[in-house]
């Protein structure tokens, strides 16, 4: 299994609204990332986590919270989003002696 | 500072025709630097990885070139297909830099037309 996957592919949320996105990668890979973008702009990283425990969090609003519940899976759960936060959210794994990412699909977010 | 600059922003070319993108970087030191393809809404797929060692390397019909000494590099796309319409980043990573920090490129919007 050589990939990363995201679900769901679209979310379309309100600002009062609690929603997870969901990263999953089977490739032993012990790093693993969240990553915003907005159109036509280059990934803009959020957190990393490395051994399931967060090593970089890029001043993000604590609107995003992220958890590595297992060396698998990520999550980034979402609470009080503005429509600003809209993006496409991308996942990614790394071994931890390289650092070629694998990119998910992303999730298409979209907050009413 | 370090930065990775990609020209030309958007190109539009026909189908069957070869095309030429650039990237510059001023990331130092340099570790690697690796060519995705995005297509809208989905994720950068990895089409080439060059060290320092590396002046060329090709994936199919994508060619990449490496040159360490004036910090250029350039992906060279022959025989063109309307699905190589996409976005193409130039990302670089830094030796023994912060776990994940990559440096990306604005991109270079790929549209072929028929």
């Known amino acids: 299994d050589t990939e990363v996957t995201q679900t769901p592919k679209h979310l379309v949320m309100g600002m009062t609204n609690k929603k997870s996105l969901k990263c999953e990668q089977h490739?032993?890979?012990?790093?693993m990332y969240w990553y915003k973008q907005k159109a036509k702009k280059p990934p803009e990283l959020m957190f990393v986590?490395?051994?399931?425990?967060?090593?970089i969090n890029e001043s993000v609003p604590s609107r995003f919270s992220p958890e590595c519940p297992n060396s698998s899976l990520l999550n980034l759960h979402l609470h009080a989003l503005q429509p600003e936060d809209s993006a496409l959210y991308l996942c990614?794994?790394?071994?931890?002696?390289?650092?070629?990412?694998?990119f998910g699909p992303g999730t298409r977010l979209t907050v009413l | 500072k370090n930065q990775v600059e990609q020209s030309p922003q958007s190109l539009i070319i026909l189908e069957g025709k070869n095309c030429t993108l650039q990237c510059n970087y001023t990331v130092s030191p340099f570790s690697n630097l690796r060519w995705y393809k995005q297509d809208t809404g989905r994720g950068p797929v990895s089409l080439t990885i060059?060290?320092?060692?590396?002046n060329t390397k090709s994936n199919g019909r994508y060619t990449a070139t490496l040159d360490a000494d004036t910090k250029q590099s350039s992906l060279h796309i022959t025989a063109s297909q309307l699905s190589d319409s996409a976005s193409y980043i130039c990302?670089?990573?830094?030796?023994?830099?912060?776990?994940?920090?990559?440096?990306f490129g604005r991109g270079t919007q790929l549209t072929v037309w028929p």
């Open positions: 990302v670089v990573s830094a030796r023994g830099s912060t776990l994940g920090r990559l440096y």
């Open positions: 490739m032993g890979h012990r790093a």
């Open positions: 060059m060290t320092f060692s590396e």
């Open positions: 990614a794994s790394s071994h931890p002696k390289t650092d070629t990412q694998y």
């Open positions: 986590y490395s051994y399931e425990k967060l090593s």
